[in-house]
């Protein structure tokens, strides 16, 4: 399994922005599909974004598009979610996983590695 360790989570007002990073270790990190999901207190995990292995594709969750870009530096094994517009509603702990596809993975339930995870909280 890849092992993820999720950074760059933290306190931020409304309207700000934030980009979270995941270091991936153990494993290739190119053969693996990344993904972001979060989950709030008292809510199910949700998906938030996906990567193919290659960075050419990407998939957002409908709350998140057109405010958030997921990218990928195969050469850093790092995935960053650059998060812009802050909304109190973002505020959960946001999660990575990996799954060893090429093609982007929509569901948790495709991913069989995951981080820590890192709090994300926006508020004025």
């Known amino acids: 399994q890849v092992q993820l360790v999720e950074s760059g989570g933290g306190l931020v007002q409304p309207g700000g922005s934030l980009r979270l990073a995941c270091l991936a270790s153990?494993?290739?990190?190119?053969?693996?599909?990344m993904g972001w999901f979060r989950q709030a207190p008292g809510k199910e995990r949700e998906f938030v974004a996906a990567v193919s292995s290659s960075g050419a594709y990407a998939s957002y969750g409908d709350s998140v598009k057109g405010r958030f870009t997921i990218s990928r530096d195969n050469a850093k094994n790092t995935v960053y979610l650059q998060m812009n517009n802050l909304k109190p509603e973002d505020t959960a702990v946001y999660f990575c996983?990996?799954?060893?596809?090429?093609?982007?993975?929509?569901?948790?339930?495709?991913?069989?590695?995951w981080g820590q995870g890192t709090q994300v909280t926006v508020s004025s």
């Open positions: 996983a990996a799954a060893r596809s090429s093609w982007y993975k929509v569901l948790s339930s495709d991913y069989n590695s």
């Open positions: 153990g494993r290739t990190f190119s053969n693996y599909a």
